[in-house]
């Protein structure tokens, strides 16, 4: 997957300005930019917390058992 497309309608990119300006805590409408930044950090966040799951995952601590 070399690249990734996301098609929307003029009707659909209203929607999406409105909700990522108001997401992202801006006084107004998000630009493309901004929403396509957002999404790579979205994308680049799953990626680091199912990586990080499957090294914690694959920790093996011996027992201890003091007696």
Request: aromatic share 6%; proline share 4%; net charge negative.
């Amino acid at each position: 997957m070399a690249t990734l497309t996301i098609t929307t309608t003029s009707a659909q990119d209203a929607r999406l300005v409105a909700a990522f300006g108001t997401y992202l805590g801006l006084e107004g409408n998000a630009t493309a930019a901004q929403i396509k930044q957002n999404v790579i950090n979205y994308i680049k966040q799953v990626v680091r917390d199912q990586e990080y799951k499957t090294e914690v995952d694959a920790i093996s601590v011996p027992p201890i058992e003091p007696t």
